[in-house]
T-cell receptor, first 110, second 113 residues
Framework: NAGVTQTPKFQVLKTGQSMTLQCAQD?????MSWYRQDPGMGLRLIHY???????DQGEVPNGYNVSRLNKREFSLRLESAAPSQTSVYFC?????????FGQGTRLTVV | GDSVTQMEGPVTLSEEAFLTINCTYT??????LFWYVQYPGEGLQLLLK?????DKGSNKGFEATYRKETTSFHLEKGSVQVSDSAVYFC????????????FGKGTTLSVSS
């Protein structure tokens, strides 16, 4: 019973490098989302998806792209990483109200 | 827009003390309300929830009551343990039909023995 699986758990990037954070859920949920967590800021919504091929921006979308090729997977891509994107990233999968979270990806951009 | 306001932390308590973490919200309609907990180095876990006014959510000795008249959802526990040390997030969903959770900024609780 995996729930929400995120990879990688840790990553260090140099400024300007790109990377993709992967997220998969096995709960057959339509709604998935990406958040970033920063000290004193709580969790802020980056992008979300209401189904395969349907995505939209959240509160802090700049510098991020997402892809939802199927119901199960929702990826977050940083095309050109910046130090301001140093954060902990969480993927969430949402059923009838309740959200289930992955374990997080701790990203450092140097 | 919708928002959630939590009391600032950190909250530092001795074991067996009474805990209250205040949470108030602003939202149109009738949101569902949640408390999530994040233990060190882990993701968020649902602690409890309430979906309509006057509902009381409870789990692991924690309780919170959905008060529409005061737009509040305060978290309480009668006797905290060291193992309760974590970050607690209050959150809402405006409706059930696939909208994002809106979080408060989190309150760090530290319990000492």
């Amino acid at each position: 019973n995996a729930g929400v699986t995120q990879t990688p758990k840790f990553q260090v990037l140099k400024t300007g490098q790109s990377m993709t954070l992967q997220c998969a859920q096995d709960m057959n949920h339509e709604y998935m989302s990406w958040y970033r967590q920063d000290p004193g800021m709580g969790l802020r919504l980056i992008h979300y998806s209401v189904g395969a091929g349907i995505t939209d921006q959240g509160e802090v979308p700049n510098g991020y792209n997402v892809s939802r090729l199927n119901k199960r997977e929702f990826s977050l891509r940083l095309e050109s990483a910046a130090p301001s994107q140093t954060s902990v990233y969480f993927c969430a999968s949402q059923g009838s109200g309740e959200a289930f979270f992955g374990q997080g990806t701790r990203l450092t951009v140097v | 827009g919708d928002s959630v306001t939590q009391m600032e932390g950190p909250v530092t308590l001795s074991e067996e003390a009474f805990l209250t973490i205040n949470c108030t919200y602003t939202a149109t309609g009738y949101p569902s309300l949640f408390w999530y907990v994040q233990y060190p180095g882990e993701g968020l876990q649902l602690l409890l929830k309430a979906t309509k006014a006057d509902d009381k959510g409870s789990n692991k000795g924690f309780e919170a009551t959905y008060r529409k008249e005061t737009t509040s959802f305060h978290l309480e526990k009668g006797s905290v343990q060291v193992s309760d040390s974590a970050v607690y997030f209050c959150a809402l969903i405006r409706d059930q039909a696939g909208t994002a959770l809106i979080f408060g900024k989190g309150t760090t609780l530290s319990v000492s023995s």
